[in-house]
Structures are given as structure tokens and as C-alpha cells.
């Protein structure tokens, strides 16, 4: 991976627009030279306050670079609209530029007709501009078969002499050969070499970032070709050009491959230090960093994330020769590395990194001597658990591969959601709990919190089973998005009162519905006529994909045209049947019968508006809310029902920011017919995401939803442990509510019991 590439070219080029200083007002100069620099956020904020210009020309530019930093940060939606305004506003080279930067929004969206027409239009309007052609044509080669590619790379790499200014052929030169490495084969590395060779040669009289940049792209090359001597000389030189620069983009790629390289000869310790470097300089950048995300996985996993997993890895084979109090350091900064991982994707789900700062708190095992933090590290060649306990931490090494893990997770969990027996979960116990198991009886330890990564998250820990017995009936089992992510205070059991919130009958909501919600829930593939009909059904499920067996058949005949089915009255009403959950009306009146004092708000009235009034009227240390609801991969896309509207994660925060709700924050948030979006790992972020977003302590969801049922047995006998037994923490009170399942006839399925998990503050 080569962030230098993503910050600087962006994969694509951007073709900026020559600068004229002095007739720049001072946002639309200082947000320039941001962009210029990565520095993407300061760009935004400083071109967003240009917008309002009374200069039509300036603000025309400070539109249109500002839509370009949206493309930079993969903001389509927003780019658009910006990008497309500029276009109409500007003439000739201007035009051209905008145009261009259309055409590459519609590449990165796949959407190659539309790209093609875009730079086709650029290259015409650029007809008198050779160097503009240049970029634009080298955009465009991206969309060729790689033959053709190659070829259009070729003919360009003999126009390029033709660019006099050294300092723009420079980019072009590295963004030609970045293209042509990619296509591999031997055309390709010759192509790129000599790219990169006469890149270095026109950098020597330009800056130091550019004359490192060029050598960065050679040892790239070079640690392609497994010429890892030559590879890291040419690192050191750019690195000597660097000492004393600021630009951390590049000093990432520089250190990190140099920890990759030294580690390979053997030198630990020199190769831990430039790990740590490559990742402090990351740390610093990555708010400027664009993330996507794509079947549940996003671009930061594939890209950064092998960088803070080396140098975990490293320390952790440090730590493994270590002894006496040198052992224990190693294993927290390992533990504090991998840390940084989930604290980012936590942040790019709520889209907020103060978010997820003003919640840190304290290490979760200091809270309670019988309380141990179980921490999963998903290494490439192996599995190692990291168990922390009041007396330290201790390391486990499971000898399980990457793949094969995430491989039986993954299918642990669609057997758990489909209700099918499996061997599995016995295998996920002899991995993550077996090799620590002597070690918590020793302790005496009663309570578990997972800190899961990865696949993990789509599993409930509690049915994980030694073959005699599930976990929970052991173990209270909690799970934490992070290690401090947390608010230590103890529940007070004398305040139950609650904000008991419940639909069971939707109206106007199916209005509000979109058509990927509505092909979501009913399983419906997008680019599909096929729909994914579960293997069993269960019309007493709370399950929005578990129920809509006739009306797929239904948009199964139409073609998948669900937009099309949409305007029938007998389709929606359809969906309205579907979305009944006739079991909440009894779940909500039996709690209210257990929490007195609650206030309950059912159907009609559970509006939004209602809602606000009431959060606004008094603050309650409990909100229960059962009602349909998805957690996605974002907070953007995860949304609850009230009755007349979707109520999404980002405007609960808003309606729990009172100052009541400051001075006496929400205890518990339980959502008990929510679930998460199948096979997506991000989605159960959503409950971590809700309680900080709602400034929750804790959470209680569902990762699937089950009956009717169930659901109101597990509640009532959840809020009955509470009440009943004034010491019993919040985790523990649900152990013993699945367990109450366990023991019942019809529910000793895990499918029934073991999808609830208590997020967060489990005391």
C-alpha cells in the first residue's frame, strides 16, 4: 500500500489548476495549499467558508476544489453536485479540469460508461492544453483491458518529454509507473522502472519530498522484485532527505517498508522502532485518510491495518524471549497497538474521532478482581490471546492461521443465526478459551469481556460450549468495543424507572422506507432477480428477513423491480403486515408492570415527535426500545422505526444531549429487536456506536432477532434479575436470564438465547 499515492495522486490525477496567489482571497489560498499538502480536513473546512464569496470566479473555484476534496475523500454524493456546478460555471481548461474530476468520480464508482464520457469531454474542452491532455489520458487508461493499457502507458510514457516543466512531468512520470507496476508482467516492471528511474532523475533540482517520493517509488519496485538490499538503500536515502520534514504521509511508506525489510533480516529490534514510527506517523494523518467500505470489510482493514499488526507482532515475539518485569510492557504496547485499530474503525463508523476520545476511560480489568479481558489478536500465522486479569497480563499462542479462523467463525455464526446444529462452537472454545482456562479457575474469575476484531464481532461468545456446557452457563459474558471504552460507575439498582418505547403495529414509517431498506429486509439482492430465501421461516420471528417469503416470490416475478413495486398500495401494505411485532405490546405493558414508575409509549404513541418530548421532559436511567431496527456499516446507515418515522443513530444522539441527560446519563439502552446486518463484522459496532452516541454506559441488543417469545422471556426475567437482586451486575442479571432460556424446553436452541450481548459498562 503507498499512501503517498493515495494523498498526493489519489489514485487518479487530480490535474491541479495553476495557482495565482495574489488574486486569491486568504480561504481559498490557505485551503489550496491544504490540499496540496494531504492536509484534506483543513482543505475542507477553509473551502467550505469560501463558498460564499461574492467573487463569482473565486467562488466558482473554491466550489470545485472543494467538491474535488470531497472526491478525495470518497464522498461521492457530495463531490457530485459540487464537481458538476463547476463544470457549468467555468470555460475552456477550467472546464476541462472539472470535467476530468467528474470523470473520476464515475471510475471509482465503477461506472466506466459515464467515466469514458466525462474525459472524453475533458480531453476535448483541453484541446489546446497538451499537459492537461496528458493527465486526463492517463485517467482514462485505467479503464482499458490490460493489454490495452499497457499499450496507451507506452505511447504516453514517449509524450511525457514533451511536458518542459520539470515539476509537473514529475507526477506524471510516477502516476505512469505506479499504473504500469500494477500490471505486473515483464512490459510492466520495465515500463515502470524506467518510469521511476527518470522520475528520480528530474527530482534531483526539485524539493526533498519530491526526490524522496521518486526514490520511494523505486524501492517499492525493488521490494516487489524481492530485491530487499537494494529496497532498503534506496529507503535510507529518501529517508536521509526527510529528516527534518513534517510531510508524514511520506515518511509512512519510508518507515514502514524499512520495518518490513529489517525485520526480514533479522534485526527485531531496529525493525520494532520503525514500525512504531511508521504507526505514529500514521496516527497523525489519519483523520486525511479515506476509508470505504464494501461487503462488510473496509479499504482501512486491507491497506493500514497490516502495519499496526507487524508491530504487534513484533512486540509479541519480543515479549515471548522476554522475562521478569520486562514481559509485561511488551504485552501492553502489543495489546495498545492493536488498540488503535479498533479505536479507528469505531471512529469512521460514528464518523467522529472526539466521539470516541471523550469516552475513554479506564483499563477494564482493573474494575474487578473477578473480571478478566480476554483479547484476541488475529495474527496471519497464528491466533494469540492476550487475558487480562488485576494480576497482569498473560499470553496464549493458538496455532490457527488467519484465514482458517475467520473461515470457522464466519460459518459459526450463519449456523447460530440459521438455528442449525454445529460442531463449531465447541472449536471456538478450544481456541479462545481453553488455553486460558486453568488460568481463570485459578483466579476465580466469573465474568468475561470480550474485546473481538474482525469476524468475531457476528458471534455470540456466550454459545461457545466445551461440549457439557455453554460458556454463559459458566461465565457472565460481556463484550467491549475497546479496552477503555468505558464508564466504571456501578448500576444503582433502587432507580428502575424506565422510557418504555414499542411498536408492534407501524404506520406511516412503511412510508418513509427506501428501496434498499426494503430489498435489505426482504433479502433481495440489488443486481439480482434471485432473492436469498432463508432456510427456515419463522412467522413468530421478529426477523425482518425471516418473514417476507410471499412478498419475495412476489418481486421475484417482477423482475427484482422493487422500485416498481413500490408505488402498489398491495406491495406496501404487504411490507406494513411484515413489519407487525405482535409480541411488543405484551413485552412493553408486562415491564411496565416490573419498573414502576416507567412511561410507555406504544404504537400511536411512539412517534418521533412524542419521543423528543418526553427525552426532553425527563431523563430515565433506562430507555427500552422494541422496534425493528438495522445496524449497517456505518452510523449513517443504521436507523431505528418509531411509528411514523426512521429515527437514526446520529439524531438519537441529538435527542439524548440534554443537559438532564449530561448530569445523569442513560444507564442502559436495550434494544431488544434490533439486529445487526447479516455477514457485515462491522454491523455490531452498532450497539458500541449507539451507547456512545446516546452517551449510554451500556448497551443490550440483539445480534439476530428471535420470536416473540423468546425475546419477552429473556427481557422480563433480565429486568427481574435487576430488580430482585439489588447487587447483581447488569451482566450478570442476563447470564441468568439465558440460562432461565437454557432451561426451557422449546429455547435451549442457542438460536433463542445467545444473540442478546451487553455492550459496554457491565456493572
Given at each position: 500500500?503507498?499512501?503517498?499515492?493515495?494523498?498526493?495522486?489519489?489514485?487518479?490525477?487530480?490535474?491541479?489548476?495553476?495557482?495565482?496567489?495574489?488574486?486569491?482571497?486568504?480561504?481559498?489560498?490557505?485551503?489550496?495549499?491544504?490540499?496540496?499538502?494531504?492536509?484534506?480536513?483543513?482543505?475542507?473546512?477553509?473551502?467550505?467558508?469560501?463558498?460564499?464569496?461574492?467573487?463569482?470566479?473565486?467562488?466558482?473555484?473554491?466550489?470545485?476544489?472543494?467538491?474535488?476534496?470531497?472526491?478525495?475523500?470518497?464522498?461521492?454524493?457530495?463531490?457530485?453536485?459540487?464537481?458538476?456546478?463547476?463544470?457549468?460555471?467555468?470555460?475552456?481548461?477550467?472546464?476541462?479540469?472539472?470535467?476530468?474530476?467528474?470523470?473520476?468520480?464515475?471510475?471509482?464508482?465503477?461506472?466506466?460508461?459515464?467515466?469514458?464520457?466525462y474525459?472524453?469531454?475533458?480531453?476535448?474542452?483541453?484541446?489546446?492544453?497538451?499537459?492537461?491532455?496528458?493527465?486526463?489520458?492517463?485517467?482514462?487508461?485505467?479503464?482499458?483491458?490490460?493489454?490495452?493499457?499497457?499499450?496507451?502507458?507506452?505511447?504516453?510514457?514517449?509524450?511525457?518529454?514533451?511536458?518542459?516543466?520539470?515539476?509537473?512531468?514529475?507526477?506524471l512520470?510516477?502516476?505512469?509507473?505506479?499504473?504500469?507496476?500494477?500490471?505486473?508482467?515483464?512490459?510492466?516492471?520495465?515500463?515502470?522502472?524506467?518510469?521511476?528511474?527518470?522520475a528520480?532523475?528530474?527530482?534531483?533540482?526539485?524539493?526533498?519530498?519530491?526526490?524522496?517520493?521518486?526514490?520511494?517509488?523505486?524501492?517499492?519496485?525493488y521490494?516487489?522484485?524481492?530485491?530487499?538490499?537494494?529496497?532498503?538503500?534506496?529507503?535510507?536515502?529518501?529517508?536521509?532527505?526527510?529528516?527534518?520534514?513534517?510531510?508524514?504521509?511520506?515518511?509512512?511508506?519510508?518507515?514502514?517498508?524499512?520495518?518490513?525489510?529489517?525485520?526480514?533480516?533479522?534485526?527485531?529490534?531496529?525493525?520494532?522502532?520503525?514500525?512504531?514510527?511508521?504507526?505514529?506517523?500514521?496516527?497523525?494523518?489519519?483523520?486525511?485518510?479515506?476509508?470505504?467500505?464494501?461487503?462488510?470489510?473496509?479499504?482501512?482493514?486491507?491497506?493500514?491495518?497490516?502495519?499496526?499488526?507487524?508491530?504487534?507482532?513484533?512486540?509479541?515475539?519480543?515479549?515471548?524471549?522476554?522475562?521478569?518485569?520486562?514481559?509485561?510492557?511488551?504485552?501492553?504496547?502489543?495489546?495498545?497497538?492493536?488498540?488503535?485499530?479498533?479505536?479507528t474503525?469505531?471512529?469512521?463508523?460514528?464518523?467522529?474521532?472526539c466521539?470516541?476520545?471523550?469516552?475513554?476511560?479506564?483499563?477494564?480489568?482493573?474494575?474487578?478482581?473477578?473480571?478478566?479481558?480476554?483479547?484476541?489478536?488475529?495474527?496471519?500465522?497464528?491466533?494469540?490471546?492476550?487475558?487480562?486479569?488485576?494480576?497482569?497480563?498473560?499470553?496464549?499462542?493458538?496455532?490457527?492461521?488467519?484465514?482458517?479462523?475467520n473461515?470457522?467463525?464466519?460459518?459459526?455464526?450463519?449456523?447460530?443465526?440459521?438455528?442449525?446444529?454445529?460442531?463449531?462452537?465447541?472449536?471456538?472454545?478450544?481456541?479462545?478459551?481453553?488455553?486460558?482456562?486453568?488460568?481463570?479457575?485459578?483466579?476465580?474469575?466469573?465474568?468475561?469481556?470480550?474485546?473481538?476484531?474482525?469476524?468475531?464481532?457476528?458471534?455470540?461468545?456466550?454459545?461457545?460450549?466445551?461440549?457439557?456446557?455453554?460458556?454463559?452457563?459458566?461465565?457472565a459474558?460481556?463484550?467491549?468495543?475497546?479496552?477503555t471504552?468505558?464508564?466504571?460507575?456501578?448500576?444503582?439498582?433502587?432507580?428502575?424507572?424506565?422510557?418504555?418505547?414499542?411498536?408492534?403495529?407501524?404506520?406511516?414509517?412503511?412510508?418513509k422506507?427506501?428501496?434498499?431498506i426494503i430489498r435489505?429486509?426482504?433479502?433481495?439482492?440489488?443486481?439480482?432477480?434471485?432473492?436469498?430465501?432463508?432456510?427456515?421461516?419463522?412467522?413468530?420471528?421478529?426477523n425482518?428477513?425471516?418473514?417476507?417469503?410471499?412478498?419475495?416470490?412476489?418481486?421475484?416475478?417482477?423482475?427484482?423491480?422493487?422500485?416498481?413495486?413500490?408505488?402498489?398500495?398491495?406491495?406496501?401494505?404487504?411490507?406494513?403486515?411484515?413489519?407487525?411485532?405482535?409480541?411488543?405490546?405484551?413485552?412493553?405493558?408486562?415491564?411496565?408492570?416490573?419498573?414502576?414508575?416507567?412511561?410507555?409509549?406504544?404504537?400511536?404513541?411512539?412517534?418521533?415527535?412524542?419521543?423528543?418530548q418526553?427525552?426532553?421532559?425527563?431523563?430515565?436511567?433506562?430507555?427500552?426500545?422494541?422496534?425493528?431496527?438495522?445496524?449497517?456499516?456505518?452510523?449513517?446507515?443504521?436507523?431505528?422505526?418509531?411509528?411514523?418515522?426512521?429515527?437514526?443513530?446520529?439524531?438519537?444522539?441529538?435527542?439524548?444531549?440534554?443537559?438532564?441527560?449530561?448530569h445523569?446519563?442513560?444507564?442502559?439502552?436495550?434494544?431488544?429487536?434490533?439486529?445487526?446486518?447479516?455477514?457485515?463484522?462491522?454491523?455490531?459496532?452498532?450497539?458500541?456506536?449507539?451507547?456512545?452516541?446516546?452517551?449510554?454506559?451500556s448497551?443490550?441488543?440483539?445480534?439476530?432477532?428471535?420470536?416473540?417469545?423468546?425475546?419477552?422471556?429473556?427481557?422480563?426475567?433480565?429486568?427481574?434479575?435487576?430488580?430482585?437482586?439489588?447487587?447483581?451486575?447488569?451482566?450478570?442479571?442476563?447470564?441468568?436470564?439465558?440460562?432461565?432460556?437454557?432451561?426451557?424446553?422449546?429455547?435451549?436452541?442457542?438460536?433463542?438465547?445467545?444473540?442478546?450481548?451487553?455492550?459496554?459498562?457491565?456493572?
Open positions: 500500500m503507498k499512501i503517498t499515492r493515495l494523498l498526493s495522486l489519489n489514485v487518479m490525477l487530480l490535474a491541479f489548476a495553476p495557482l495565482h496567489a495574489a488574486e486569491l482571497e486568504t480561504n481559498l489560498q490557505y485551503g489550496l495549499a491544504c490540499k496540496q499538502q494531504g492536509l484534506l480536513y483543513q482543505a475542507q473546512q477553509s473551502l467550505e467558508q469560501e463558498q460564499v464569496n461574492n467573487n463569482p470566479e473565486q467562488r466558482t473555484q473554491a466550489i470545485g476544489e472543494l467538491g474535488s476534496i470531497y472526491l478525495q475523500l470518497h464522498r461521492y454524493r457530495e463531490a457530485k453536485p459540487l464537481l458538476e456546478q463547476a463544470v457549468e460555471n467555468t470555460q475552456g481548461s477550467k472546464k476541462a479540469y472539472y470535467a476530468n474530476l467528474l470523470g473520476n468520480l464515475y471510475a471509482s464508482q465503477n461506472e466506466s460508461t459515464l467515466s469514458q464520457s474525459y472524453a469531454k475533458a480531453l476535448a474542452l483541453a484541446e489546446n492544453d497538451p499537459r492537461l491532455r496528458l493527465r486526463i489520458a492517463l485517467n482514462a487508461a485505467r479503464a482499458l483491458t490490460p493489454s490495452a493499457h499497457l499499450l496507451a502507458l507506452e505511447k504516453l510514457s514517449s509524450q511525457l518529454d514533451s511536458v518542459l516543466d520539470t515539476q509537473e512531468q514529475l507526477p512520470r510516477l502516476n505512469l509507473g505506479e499504473q504500469a507496476r500494477a500490471l505486473g508482467g515483464h512490459e510492466g516492471v520495465a515500463l515502470a522502472y524506467a518510469s521511476f528511474e527518470k528520480r532523475e528530474l527530482s534531483v533540482t526539485q524539493s526533498p519530498r519530491a526526490q524522496a517520493e521518486s526514490l520511494d517509488a523505486l524501492a517499492s519496485l521490494e516487489d522484485q524481492k530485491r530487499n538490499e537494494e529496497a532498503l538503500h534506496l529507503t535510507w536515502q529518501a529517508l536521509s532527505l526527510m529528516q527534518s520534514s513534517n510531510e508524514r504521509d511520506v515518511l509512512f511508506d519510508l518507515e514502514w517498508r524499512q520495518g518490513r525489510l529489517l525485520r526480514q533480516q533479522g534485526q527485531t529490534v531496529e525493525a520494532i522502532a520503525a514500525y512504531q514510527r511508521a504507526v505514529d506517523h500514521l496516527e497523525m494523518i489519519r483523520q486525511d485518510i479515506p476509508v470505504d467500505y464494501e461487503n462488510g470489510q473496509s479499504s482501512f482493514r486491507h491497506t493500514l491495518e497490516p502495519v499496526y499488526l507487524g508491530l504487534a507482532d513484533l512486540l509479541l515475539e519480543q515479549a515471548k524471549q522476554a522475562v521478569g518485569d520486562n514481559k509485561q510492557p511488551l504485552l501492553q504496547k502489543a495489546r495498545d497497538t492493536v488498540e488503535l485499530i479498533k479505536q474503525e469505531l471512529e469512521d463508523f460514528l464518523g467522529s474521532r466521539r470516541v476520545e471523550s469516552a475513554r476511560q479506564t483499563q477494564l480489568e482493573q474494575i474487578d478482581a473477578k473480571t478478566a479481558v480476554i483479547y484476541p489478536i488475529i495474527l496471519p500465522e497464528r491466533l494469540e490471546l492476550l487475558v487480562g486479569t488485576h494480576e497482569g497480563l498473560f499470553e496464549f499462542v493458538v496455532p490457527v492461521d488467519a484465514a482458517t479462523f473461515t470457522q467463525v464466519q460459518k459459526m455464526a450463519r449456523n447460530l443465526r440459521n438455528k442449525l446444529p454445529s460442531t463449531l462452537t465447541q472449536k471456538l472454545y478450544s481456541w479462545l478459551i481453553s488455553p486460558a482456562e486453568a488460568l481463570l479457575t485459578q483466579q476465580g474469575i466469573d465474568t468475561l469481556v470480550f474485546v473481538p476484531d474482525g469476524s468475531l464481532r457476528l458471534v455470540p461468545m456466550a454459545a461457545l460450549s466445551n461440549g457439557n456446557q455453554y460458556l454463559i452457563e459458566k461465565y459474558v460481556a463484550t467491549s468495543p475497546g479496552l471504552l468505558f464508564d466504571p460507575k456501578p448500576f444503582v439498582h433502587s432507580d428502575l424507572h424506565a422510557l418504555l418505547l414499542g411498536m408492534s403495529d407501524p404506520g406511516a414509517v412503511v412510508e422506507l427506501s428501496e434498499p435489505g429486509f426482504l433479502n433481495v439482492d440489488a443486481n439480482e432477480t434471485q432473492t436469498n430465501t432463508p432456510s427456515e421461516v419463522n412467522e413468530n420471528s421478529r425482518l428477513f425471516d418473514k417476507g417469503r410471499g412478498l419475495r416470490e412476489l418481486v421475484k416475478k417482477n423482475h427484482g423491480n422493487v422500485t416498481q413495486l413500490m408505488r402498489s398500495p398491495e406491495f406496501m401494505s404487504g411490507i406494513k403486515e411484515q413489519l407487525k411485532l405482535p409480541g411488543v405490546k405484551q413485552e412493553i405493558n408486562a415491564l411496565g408492570n416490573q419498573l414502576t414508575g416507567s412511561k410507555l409509549l406504544l404504537d400511536t404513541d411512539f412517534t418521533l415527535s412524542r419521543f423528543k418526553e427525552v426532553i421532559a425527563s431523563p430515565y436511567p433506562i430507555v427500552h426500545i422494541a422496534s425493528h431496527g438495522i445496524f449497517s456499516a456505518n452510523a449513517e446507515n443504521s436507523f431505528l422505526m418509531t411509528y411514523d418515522e426512521l429515527l437514526h443513530i446520529n439524531e438519537l444522539e441529538m435527542l439524548l444531549k440534554s443537559d438532564k441527560f449530561q445523569s446519563p442513560v444507564e442502559l439502552l436495550a434494544l431488544s429487536a434490533c439486529q445487526t446486518a447479516e455477514g457485515d463484522n462491522r454491523a455490531p459496532l452498532g450497539f458500541a456506536g449507539v451507547a456512545l452516541k446516546a452517551h449510554a454506559r448497551a443490550l441488543g440483539s445480534l439476530w432477532a428471535i420470536s416473540d417469545e423468546a425475546a419477552y422471556m429473556l427481557m422480563t426475567q433480565f429486568y427481574k434479575n435487576l430488580a430482585q437482586h439489588p447487587d447483581m451486575t447488569k451482566v450478570k442479571a442476563l447470564q441468568q436470564a439465558q440460562i432461565s432460556l437454557i432451561k426451557h424446553a422449546d429455547m435451549k436452541n442457542p438460536f433463542y438465547w445467545a444473540p442478546f450481548i451487553l455492550v459496554g459498562n457491565w456493572l
